[in-house]
């Protein structure tokens, strides 16, 4: 009944395609699919139920399965070739995500500029390079990358470092290529991407490293000045000799020396720095009274009389490196877990010469007017012009554009965008720094520099903390004057002293370093504890359609007509290489098997065929629109209305069924961006893609509400639109960008936090403060509930830390302060603000293994 | 004279010793990375031969969840 099943169709919105495809209408089939998933059977190596279970056949010695993807059944045979399924006894028993291979070739791995650039000489000729792995998630991937060594000859040693995702491999030049065991890893379920380190990151590195050193020399005199202290305070309540006392007060203040003039020097930095920019930070109250405590305690060791407060100084110098070497480890964590990769183009290329030979050389020196071959499925290493071959591009993460577009010779392309399916050669017109993906990366570059620092929550307390202290000190010396100078001198450093804000310098870090660890664990990777508090705040977001309200690639959103050709649509577009063909082959999925006979592909337009006896046509309306009843001509021409591409389904001669095959929402897109903008952001959209279709898209995620959701919607949109309407919109309030491409990569530089969805371009994951590694825009807004969230913990920390502060002025004043009872007060409150930043649940951990595939 | 003033700079001595092997281990890189050897030694009694490995915990009879 096809007239029925239009009219259902027609009013549902783009769906989730996986649901859509076999539920035409059903706007509660979320449920359907949820009860399907149930009875599914799980998949052999990931566990998670296979919906649609891989349909190719096994390969050679390789299990029947059920897998729930390619990916899974490559690991698993794997495994099984080496000998290495101990893996399934060692791993989480948790369902794991998906095996992520890519089947990929890693000839890049090979070139010889490469290699030079990014590995190192050992002892032997042997040589060493790291890469950054994806879809490590538990202790058994390192015991299986590990095991690198046995499965690909030649590797002499593999190491994980398991917190960032980094692997050292060592390898024999003469005996195995890096591209071999690259695509070891890969079919291991873990895709290589070479890593680079930047400058950033070595950095980071350095600066973790010596503020670990401080921290520990720093650590090494609080314990042994506590001993003494210790002593020094029993002494003073059951009585010492004086020689004594006075031996252990001068030995705590030799062993103070080193914190206090060594290890607390970045403390010292940082305050001056302030200063001079007369801007308040936390450090110069903690710098002042350091500084004061230690004076006076040397004066007071040399007097031979009044109170020293080593123990106290030491502690907090301790305590503060320590909070900051934590929030450190996590930012450096995230930032190199996200630095997949920065080379975006190829480092070679393959250039024809004059007769006819192929030679491999550095992408960079290639010159103008040269030819170069490209094969398919690699990248384009210049800007050009197509001289030979057909073929389709892939220019998504460049363009907005969601679907390859076709190219015929003399039309241009761009270097970074992938060849999808024929062997080409290009006529270069630039190359290397000229490329229009070098010019945009470049200008990635200024926008993070024209970047303003963004306010700390922890500065503004300490401004008015320093005056609120000083305040007191002038009081406390007013206030105690009547007793004699001597005593007023006293009271006024010691309340300096006492208040020295430990809890509350330790209140940002280590909340801080909490989140972030929280946030990786739940797919953000977060590379600045100051982004954090930025993300707390309302904003105006900014989406980037493609790839990030949309999945970014072609599905089938919707079938129209008769449901039982779906299995004869499957068996003609099989084999097929077109996405629209695939899309249909996958999404159409499960349906009963039926063997298609005499299958003829026309090229552009369709596929037709011999299924069960009849003659069935799978193509556009180019190419099937004669055939097609007025009513499949109103549908075909309200999907293309959408910006979808319509799919005509005739059986001998007559159009009975349509499929709206393109680039649908995300599942939830409509759901996540009402919270948000429940929660007080306003949304925009920016999109390289028609304005048309960013118009349906935007009508289709509103809804029928009476307030539209976005502020703003604007198609056609170039990489410097985007980036001057981020910017000058920053003019007026924060403003997050959400992002994949890298005609994004600028705008997401610019923004006040750039947030790279998962999938995306590697230039938008560096360009980008936060980085997903969790698919779908449904956890955008978990991560902003969760800075949120991070956010009020900091503010009871401070709460905390003022609350003792508070306390000890109130002492001070009333002149019953001692050092012991500052050497009991900080301590506590450091405690009840570490305890409490480590307690509370910030960000959700992993989402169920259910939506790892949404 | 009392024993304090020797056995205290004897034990200060001794707490250098210790700083000084701390700062090496963490110059060498020691410390870099404090997660993966905490799960390493997870495994490493590990390469036991797959084909004596009890059938019935092996994923291919008997799916996991």
Same mark, same amino acid.
């Given at each position: ?7 259902e ?16 209408a059903a706007l509660?089939? @979320? ?21 649609a279970p891989?349909?190719?056949?096994p390969p050679?010695?390789?299990s029947?399965?059920p897998?729930?993807c ?7 045979s794997m495994? %099984?070739? %080496?000998?290495?399924t101990?893996?399934? =006894?060692?791993?989480?028993p948790?369902p794991?995500?998906?095996?992520a ?8 791995l ?17 040589r ?5 792995l994806?879809?490590?998630h ?5 015991w299986?990358?590990e095991?690198?060594?046995e ?17 050292t ?7 195995v ?6 695509a ?32 520990g ?9 506590m ?6 305070y #029993? ?6 000799a ?6 252990f007060r ?12 060594w290890?607390?020097r ?13 801007a ?14 230690t004076l ?24 503060l ?12 964590n ?7 990769a920065?080379?975006?183009?190829p480092k070679?290329?393959?250039? +024809? ?11 960079? #020196? ?7 071959e490209v ?8 800007d ?30 761009l ?5 999808v ?14 490329t ?21 929550l ?9 005056v ?14 009547p007793?004699?100078l ?5 009271t006024a450093v ?5 208040t ?8 940002t ?10 946030a ?5 990777l *977060?590379k &600045? ?5 930025? @993300?707390a705040?309302p904003?105006l *977001?900014?989406?980037d ?7 970014g ?10 449901p039982?050709?779906?299995?004869a ?5 099989r ?23 005499d299958?003829?592909?026309?090229p552009g ?6 299924v ?8 556009s309306?180019?190419?099937l ?7 499949a001509?109103?549908?075909? !021409?309200? *999907? ?6 319509p799919?005509?389904?005739a059986?001998d ?7 709206a ?19 007080? %952001?306003?949304l ?7 304005q048309a279709?960013v ?8 809804g ?6 976005f +502020?703003?919607a604007?198609? &056609? ?8 309407w ?5 003019? =007026? ?11 994004? !990569?600028?705008a ?7 947030i790279?969805?998962h999938?995306g ?6 360009a ?19 800075? =949120?969230?991070?956010l ?8 905390f ?5 508070? +306390? ?18 900080m ?11 480590y307690?509370r649940?910030?960000?959700d951990p992993?989402?169920?293994?259910s939506?790892l595939?949404? | ?20 092997a ?7 890189g ?27 915990v ?8």
């Amino acid at each position: 009944m096809p007239s029925l099943e239009r009219g259902e169709a027609a009013s549902a919105p783009a769906f989730p395609p996986d649901v859509a495809a076999s539920q035409p209408a059903a706007l509660g089939a @979320l449920s359907v699919a949820a009860e399907r998933s149930q009875g599914a059977p799980a998949c052999l190596h990931c566990g998670l139920p296979c919906e649609a279970p891989e349909a190719a056949p096994p390969p050679a010695g390789g299990s029947e399965g059920p897998f729930c993807c390619h990916g899974c059944r490559v690991v698993y045979s794997m495994l %099984h070739q %080496h000998d290495l399924t101990a893996y399934y =006894r060692y791993r989480d028993p948790r369902p794991a995500p998906p095996a992520a291979t890519t089947g990929r070739g890693y000839a890049e791995l090979d070139d010889p500029g490469f290699l030079s650039e990014s590995s190192r000489a050992l002892e032997g000729g042997h040589r060493s390079m790291d890469l950054l792995l994806e879809g490590v998630h538990c202790a058994a991937c390192v015991w299986l990358v590990e095991k690198l060594p046995e499965v690909v000859p030649g590797v002499t040693r593999a190491r994980l470092d398991y917190p960032r995702r980094r692997l050292t491999v060592d390898w024999r030049p003469d005996a195995v290529s890096p591209s071999t065991f690259g695509a070891a890893l890969d079919r291991l379920g873990y895709p290589p991407h070479p890593h680079c380190a930047g400058k950033r990151e070595e950095l980071l590195a350095r600066e973790e490293r010596d503020l670990l050193l401080r921290m520990g020399v720093a650590g090494a005199c609080a314990g042994n000045v506590m001993l003494f202290g210790l002593a020094l305070y #029993s002494g003073a309540f059951s009585g010492m000799a004086e020689s004594h006392s006075s031996y252990f007060r001068g030995a705590s203040a030799l062993i103070a020396l080193p914190a206090v003039l060594w290890s607390a020097r970045p403390l010292y930095r940082k305050a001056l720095a302030a200063v001079r920019a007369r801007a308040p930070h936390l450090d110069i109250p903690v710098s002042l009274g350091i500084g004061l405590a230690t004076l006076s305690g040397v004066v007071n060791v040399v007097r031979g009389r009044g109170d020293v407060y080593f123990d106290s100084v030491t502690a907090l110098i301790f305590l503060l490196l320590g909070g900051r070497y934590l929030q450190l480890r996590q930012q450096r964590n995230a930032e190199e877990r996200a630095g997949v990769a920065r080379a975006l183009t190829p480092k070679s290329a393959r250039v +024809v010469d004059d007769s006819g030979h192929v030679r491999v050389v550095a992408a960079s #020196s290639v010159a103008v007017g040269a030819l170069v071959e490209v094969l398919p499925g690699d990248t384009f290493p210049v800007d050009g012009h197509l001289r030979e071959g057909r073929s389709r591009v892939d220019a998504a993460w460049l363009t907005g554009e969601p679907e390859p577009v076709a190219v015929a010779p003399g039309d241009p392309v761009l270097a970074g965008t992938v060849n999808v399916s024929g062997r080409v050669r290009v006529q270069a017109t630039r190359s290397g720094s000229q490329t229009r993906a070098a010019q945009l990366l470049e200008e990635v570059e200024r926008a993070a520099l024209r970047r303003a620092p963004i306010a700390r929550l922890a500065d503004r307390v300490a401004g008015w903390f320093l005056v609120a202290v000083v305040a007191g000190a002038l009081l406390a010396f007013a206030v105690w004057l009547p007793a004699g100078l001597d005593r007023a001198v006293e009271t006024a450093v010691s309340l300096l002293i006492v208040t020295c804000p430990c809890a509350l310098g330790l209140a940002t870090p280590l909340a801080l370093s909490a989140a972030l660890a929280q946030a990786a664990r739940a797919g953000w990777l *977060i590379k &600045g504890g100051e982004l954090v508090e930025a @993300l707390a705040r309302p904003a105006l *977001i900014v989406f980037d359609k493609t790839g990030t309200l949309t999945s970014g690639r072609s599905r089938v959103v919707r079938w129209v007509g008769d449901p039982e050709l779906k299995a004869a649509v499957v068996a003609l577009e099989r084999d097929a290489t077109h996405p629209t063909g695939r899309a249909l082959a996958r999404d159409l999925t499960p349906q009963p098997h039926l063997e298609a006979r005499d299958v003829q592909t026309r090229p552009g337009l369709g596929v037709q065929g011999l299924v069960g006896g009849q003659r069935v046509g799978v193509g556009s309306v180019a190419m099937l629109g004669e055939q097609a009843p007025g009513w499949a001509r109103r549908e075909a !021409a309200r *999907i293309e209305a959408e910006g979808l591409s319509p799919v005509l389904v005739a059986v001998d001669g007559e159009v009975r069924a349509l499929a709206a095959v393109g680039d649908a929402l995300r599942p939830r897109a409509a759901r996540t961006l009402q919270r948000l903008a429940a929660a007080g %952001h306003r949304l925009a959209v920016l999109s390289g893609d028609r304005q048309a279709v960013v118009d349906h898209v935007v009508a289709s995620l509103s809804g029928e509400g009476a307030e539209p959701l976005f +502020v703003s919607a604007l198609g &056609g949109q170039s990489p410097e639109d985007k980036l001057a309407w981020v910017e000058a919109a920053r003019g =007026r309030g924060p403003v997050f960008m959400v992002g994949d491409g890298v005609n994004d !990569a600028a705008a997401l530089a610019a923004a006040t936090v750039g947030i790279a969805v998962h999938g995306g371009a590697q230039a938008s994951i560096s360009a980008a403060g936060v980085f997903a590694s969790r698919e779908g825009i449904a956890p955008v807004f978990e991560l902003l509930a969760g800075a =949120r969230a991070a956010l009020r913990v900091i503010r009871l920390n401070f709460t905390f830390s003022l609350l003792y502060n508070a +306390v000890a002025v109130a002492l001070t004043l009333t002149g019953r302060i001692s050092p012991l009872l500052a050497a009991v007060l900080m301590p506590i409150s450091s405690l009840t603000v570490i305890l409490h930043s480590y307690q509370r649940r910030m960000f959700d951990p992993a989402p169920p293994a259910s939506e790892l595939r949404s | 004279m009392s024993v304090l003033f020797l056995a205290l700079p004897t034990a200060l001595l001794l707490a250098a010793a210790f700083v000084a092997a701390f700062l090496w281990a963490a110059r060498d890189g020691q410390l870099d990375d404090l997660e993966t050897p905490a799960l390493r030694v997870l495994h490493e009694e590990g390469d036991v031969d797959p084909t004596a490995a009890d059938r019935s915990v092996s994923p291919a009879s008997e799916p996991r969840r």
